[in-house]
């Protein structure tokens, strides 16, 4: 498919949720048959991330942001877990702490951008700072309003940097979130995840379309895009998103470096290595053999 095409947002683009359809499932009909499609992304992610270590030069940012319930940690869980954990790493973006609270807002959010070699994958993120900050009013409007072009600076001296930046909306219904809600109540196994504050941010939903649709339009930029992904059906989600990252990294032009050290010089050291050890082992077996001799004659 062409997903890449299909969910992103053109930059400047009015974005209307809700004539987005969060079921979506395009030609597919079930998990099963999405299945080998997922897996073969999944191993070509993990192949890709041991080249991007190797050559050392590129990075790759993927920033997830939903609403609660909507399914970043099942992205993080299905599609990250091939890649080599040397070189990839999660960072969740929870309530500021004090220390981070009493810099501007960039300031958490650039210490943990990937280094060159790295995957990095923010849950939440520094978007958070014009989402529930500018629903909850922590700020006044004349703060967070700056804070599109600031972001955009941000994410352009990133790319300059050499990083790739893909983020990714999930997009769900109410219904759905709402069942996933559920889910959180009957399974003993999910109940850790249920928290107050899920309930009374859904009594906000239309305020986060607001604040979402403003944020996807002033911040999906050609370097840094959004991705508006339907995200009601979990393996469709994550088919369209791991179609995006490896059609991207496809395009970095991923592919191990050349050796720094001169080969042939190299090889005929391992070969006197080689013969060395060759001759060490002779003498060992001598000397064991001796060994023997005179213990069997004592
Ligand atoms: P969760 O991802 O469910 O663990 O929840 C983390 C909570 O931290 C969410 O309610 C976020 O909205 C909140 N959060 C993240 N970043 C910020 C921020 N910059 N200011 C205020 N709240 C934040
Ligand atoms: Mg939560």
Not at 145 to 164: A, Q
Not at 170 to 179: A, G, V, Y
Not at 180 to 195: E, G, M, T, V
Not at 283 to 290: F, I, L, N, Q
């Amino acid at each position: 498919m062409h997903y890449r095409k299909k969910f992103i947002v053109e930059p400047d683009k009015k974005v209307h949720l809700d004539k987005i359809d969060p079921s979506y499932i395009g030609k597919h009909d079930s998990h099963q048959q999405a299945m080998p499609e997922i897996e073969e992304h999944v191993a070509r992610m993990a192949k890709m991330q041991y080249l991007l270590y190797a050559d050392g030069n590129q990075s790759l940012l993927v920033i997830l942001q939903t609403r609660d319930a909507a399914g970043k940690d099942g992205v993080v869980r299905h599609l990250f877990s091939g890649v080599n954990p040397q070189g990839t790493s999660v960072v969740g973006f929870k309530q500021p702490s004090k220390d981070e609270a009493a810099h501007d807002f960039l300031w958490r959010a650039h210490q943990h951008t990937p280094a060159k070699g790295e995957i990095v994958v923010f849950n939440r993120s520094h978007y958070e700072d014009v989402l529930v900050v500018r629903v909850h009013k922590l700020v006044e409007k004349a703060v967070w309003s700056k804070r599109y072009d600031l972001i955009n600076d941000f994410e352009t001296m990133l790319t300059n940097n050499g990083t790739r930046i893909l983020k990714f909306f999930l997009h769900i219904s109410p219904e759905e979130q709402l069942s996933r809600f559920k889910q959180r109540l009957d399974d003993p196994a999910r109940n850790w995840k249920i928290s107050d504050a899920d309930y009374s941010e859904r009594e906000l939903w239309p305020k986060y379309t607001k604040a979402y649709e403003e944020t996807l339009k002033r911040t999906s930029t050609p370097h840094a895009p959004w991705y508006v992904i339907p995200a009601n059906h979990k393996w469709f989600r994550n088919l369209a998103i791991s179609e995006i990252i490896v059609d991207t990294m496809d395009e970095m032009g991923l592919k191990l470096p050349p050796s720094h050290v001169d080969l042939e010089d190299i090889r005929n050291k391992y070969h006197a290595a080689e013969e060395k050890q060759a001759g060490m082992k002779g003498k060992v077996e001598v000397g064991h053999k001796k060994n023997k001799k005179s213990k069997s004659k004592a």
